[in-house]
């Protein structure tokens, strides 16, 4: 069956790196576009990245442009956002989702994906 497990999350001060992780399995992760959302406490789902099943195309949300950025090992089935330049704003449970097909000419749309992980937490705080 599908899995999506997400790691590398963790406390980060502002201005701080972090790069999660997605490893994925259960299915043909080469031919899937995956993208990342967020959900912070109190607030609802933000689509922040996605990037098409070859990574010749990725998509970001306003808030995180210039500060993040996504790619992919399709050899190792994971997907990896690097976030830079950390704000306390960019806490939140982070997700990973497998789209329904290679690419998302929408990113921002929930019903584009088929599967989700359990989420990696990200705190930014000094």
């Known amino acids: 069956q599908v899995q999506l497990v997400e790691s590398g999350g963790g406390l980060a001060q502002p201005g701080g790196s972090l790069r999660l992780s997605c490893a994925a399995s259960g299915f043909t992760f080469s031919t899937y576009a995956m993208g990342w959302a967020r959900q912070a406490p109190g607030k609802g789902l933000e689509w922040v990245s996605a990037?098409?099943?070859?990574?010749?195309?990725?998509y970001y949300a306003d808030s995180v442009k210039g500060r993040f950025a996504i790619s992919r090992d399709n050899a190792k089935n994971t997907v990896f956002p690097q976030m830079n330049s950390l704000k306390p704003e960019d806490t939140a449970l982070y997700y990973c989702?497998?789209?329904?097909?290679?690419?998302?000419?929408?990113?921002?749309?929930?019903?584009?994906?088929?599967?989700w992980g359990g989420g990696t937490q990200v705190t930014v705080s000094s």
């Open positions: 990037i098409y099943d070859d990574g010749s195309e990725t």
């Open positions: 989702a497998e789209a329904k097909s290679s690419i998302v000419v929408v990113f921002d749309d929930a019903g584009r994906y088929d599967y």
